[in-house]
């Protein structure tokens, strides 16, 4: 609500001498300040500055964290899940810097591997497009496979946008399906698992015991049981599979790792990752 005040009550404030009612310059405040004690001073700017200038210091230090991070933080250009496996970190690091070397990458460039056992965040990998790799065992991979998270050999692969690539006829272009070279692998190494789609799970809303309506058996991975690299690694999963996520970014990165992986006339350079290995 508004004061009003009288015409009488205006003319005894402006005669009012005391400091409250008194206009102040700025210059009359510079002087104010300057006449203060040392201890006046010090209440002055905590009164009136101390609050605002440890918020801009902290602002200041979180940008500059910030700054920093992101200047020395790795680029990571390929990342690979690996589930139920007992790879220390050590042995975690020296095989990143394996892969990086074989790849080619620059300072700051990285392959990312990470250890998880929680299938929530495999499943958050996957879906996002974060793991461009997964290493599991047989059971687990076939589980993720029938979710349609990995490409399969076997498999037409269609474009993420038709319209985009349709060409000027208005046909839409080719794509090539981006681990057919699976098929350079002998039977015993391919690993096959049935597609469930949406409406198959609508189908069964009592159990988990779904049926897939389509019989396919889609190529999907292959298997590191005889991946000398793998087990120089560390690698302890005796029935590990591989598979190439169909959300992967780095398909070029991605297959080259496979086909390291694979490939035992490509000797591994990094020491071995366990004692048993070192013995042999």
């Not at 020395?72 to 899940?81: E, G, P, Q, R, T």
């Not at 302890?236 to 591989?242: K, T």
Request: charged share 30%.
């Amino acid at each position: 609500m508004a004061v009003h005040f009288s015409e009488e009550e205006k003319e005894k404030l402006e005669k009012n001498e005391s400091a409250i009612y008194q206009e102040h310059s700025d210059e009359d405040i510079k002087k104010e300040i300057q006449n203060l004690s040392f201890v006046g001073k010090i209440k002055q700017f905590r009164d009136y500055y101390l609050k605002a200038l440890i918020v801009a210091i902290v602002v200041v230090a979180i940008v500059a964290v910030q700054i920093y991070d992101t200047a020395n933080k790795d680029k990571v250009l390929l990342f690979i899940s690996i589930q139920g496996d007992a790879i220390d970190d050590n042995s975690t690091e020296a095989l990143e810097q394996e892969l990086n070397r074989y790849l080619g990458y620059k300072d700051k460039e990285t392959v990312r591997i990470s250890l998880d056992s929680d299938t929530q965040q495999i499943q958050t990998y996957l879906y996002s497009g974060t793991a461009d790799i997964l290493i599991a065992p047989e059971e687990d991979f076939k589980k993720w496979g029938a979710a349609g998270y990995f490409y399969a050999a076997n498999q037409k692969v269609e474009s993420t946008d038709q319209k985009d690539d349709a060409d000027d006829t208005g046909e839409e272009t080719e794509v090539t399906n981006p681990v057919t070279f699976y098929y350079d692998y002998p039977e015993q190494y391919r690993v096959y698992t049935q597609f469930l789609s949406g409406e198959d799970v609508r189908k069964n809303l009592k159990d988990t015991n779904y049926v897939p309506s389509d019989k396919t058996q889609y190529y999907s991975g292959v298997s590191l049981k005889d991946s000398e690299k793998y087990k120089a690694m560390g690698g302890m999963i005796p029935d590990a599979v591989a598979g190439i996520s169909c959300e992967t970014k780095h398909i070029e990165d991605a297959t080259a790792i496979m086909k390291y992986l694979m490939d035992n006339s490509i000797k591994w350079k990094g020491k071995n990752t366990t004692k048993k290995q070192s013995s042999n």
